[in-house]
């Protein structure tokens, strides 16, 4: 299976809104609902931060926000913060019963 | 609240068999809402998913892995293992274990164990 496609490095400034796509196939993203987003600070483990596209676990800040069209899903910060800067990765179900993640996407605040 | 906990050795020798263990605290392993995942990450490299077990013991895996892995369950321990035959430096990573209760999403990981293929 093909790992999802992510852009490498996305950047913003403090109080801006940046958004992350999330590319794959009608069969992973674009045939299910099952989308998620992790948060992935250097030597940590990763930290779910939306599920089923567009879902908050308790505790996740509202300015994470995640959609989906098509083959494509997207994670929105909004209110951009130093804390923010991570690496994300998206995830998906897939037909053949699997998971999927992305290619990871680096996120720097100017 | 469930935590986990992965343990094993961190050097592996190439050709051998990596064996992982990850031990579920909180908890119980055969509570019908889980299923439990293996997830690895190279240095400096994305996520790549490993595989998963239902508490029913069915297994789904990385078809790129599929030949070398098996996940397997010990209720009794409420652990859950990994194991990688005939590694190669390639599968020098940091493997965590994760479960996921709904919607095929990560909500729990361990720390990470970093593992090393090497003579």
């Known amino acids: 299976q093909s790992a999802l496609t992510q852009p490498a490095s996305v950047s913003g400034s403090p109080g801006q809104s940046i958004t992350i796509s999330c590319t794959g196939t009608s069969s992973d993203v674009g045939g299910y609902n099952y989308v998620s987003w992790y948060q992935q600070h250097p030597g940590k483990a990763p930290k779910l931060m939306i599920y089923e596209v567009s879902n908050r676990p308790s505790g996740v800040p509202d300015r994470f926000s995640g959609s989906k069209s098509g083959n494509t899903a997207s994670l929105t910060i909004s209110g951009l913060q130093a804390e923010d800067e991570a690496d994300y990765y998206c995830?998906?179900?897939?037909?053949?019963?699997?998971?999927?993640f992305g290619t990871g996407t680096k996120v720097t605040v100017l | 609240q469930v935590q986990l906990q992965e343990s094993g050795p961190g050097l592996v020798k190439p050709s051998q068999t990596l064996s992982l263990t990850c031990t579920v605290s909180g908890g119980s392993i055969s509570s019908g809402s889980y299923y439990w995942s293996w997830i690895r990450q190279p240095a400096g490299k994305g996520l790549e998913w490993i595989g998963r077990i239902y508490t029913s013991g069915s297994t789904n895996y990385n078809p790129s892995l599929k030949s070398r892995v098996t996940i397997s369950v010990d209720t009794s321990k409420n652990q859950f293992s990994l194991k990688l035959s005939s590694v190669t430096a390639a599968d020098t990573a940091v493997y965590y274990c994760?479960?996921?209760?709904?919607?095929?999403?990560?909500?729990?990981w361990g720390q990470g164990t970093m593992v090393t293929v090497s003579s």
């Open positions: 995830s998906s179900y897939t037909s053949s019963s699997t998971s999927v």
């Open positions: 994760a479960s996921a209760a709904f919607a095929d999403a990560f909500d729990i």
